[in-house]
């Protein structure tokens, strides 16, 4: 198994990316190219899960070792495949998705890209009880941060855009409507 790869970011293309670790080089499959953008010929630490199916052996890649525990778990969900559990991540935040699944809130899952209510109560029941390992924890501000991006989403920003708009305009003390506020008028620039 592959745990990590440490290298250079040599492109990115169709939801892959190529890393370069002591002139070999890996293809690996990637939910959001967006995220490893900054890291082009530059090093950079990608976690990844190496996957054995009819279609042959690929690697999935993360930036954040959360991620591929959360990826780790979904993908051991019953006809949940690693395209999808892909997706689940991609197109959500890993609190969120924990969130939803300790709260068994089958709506919010059947509402990610690919997942149906049948998939998301198959989620919700072989997940529930173990998904507390991942020991996801929100504070205060890092909750505000991540209901300000989805409301960003939800209008239409791009998931990217809209991290780093809320990244770069959230104080501490600010309120939800406030951050939207500032992020909105930094996007508007």
């Known amino acids: 198994m592959i745990h990590a790869l440490n290298g250079k970011v040599e492109s ?3 939801g892959k990316v190529y890393v370069n670790v002591n002139d070999l ?5 990637v939910g ?3 995220d490893f953008e900054e890291y082009i010929n530059r090093n950079v630490k990608i976690y990844t899960k190496m996957v054995v199916n009819d279609d042959g052996i690929s ?6 070792v959360i ?3 959360l990826f780790e778990k979904l993908i051991g969900v019953n006809k949940l495949g690693p395209k999808s559990a892909l997706k689940i991540i991609s197109s ?10 300790i709260n068994e809130d089958v709506k919010a899952l059947s509402s990610l890209p690919g997942i149906g209510p049948k998939t998301a109560e198959r989620i919700v029941l072989e997940l529930k009880d173990t998904i507390k390992e991942l020991d996801v924890s929100i504070n205060e501000k890092d909750r505000k941060v991540l209901e300000a991006i989805e409301a960003l989403v939800t209008l239409g920003f791009n ?6 708009a809320v990244n770069k305009v959230a104080a501490k003390d600010d309120k939800l409507d406030d951050i939207i506020k500032k992020a909105l008028r930094f996007l508007s620039r």
């Open 12 to 14: 990115i293309e169709n």
């Open 25 to 29: 080089i890996y293809e690996i499959i």
């Open 32 to 34: 959001d190219t967006g």
């Open 59 to 64: 690697l999935y890649g993360f930036l954040e």
């Open 67 to 69: 991620k591929l525990k």
């Open 92 to 101: 959500n935040s890993v609190e969120s998705v924990v969130s939803a699944i």
């Open 159 to 164: 998931r990217n855009q809209a991290k780093k």
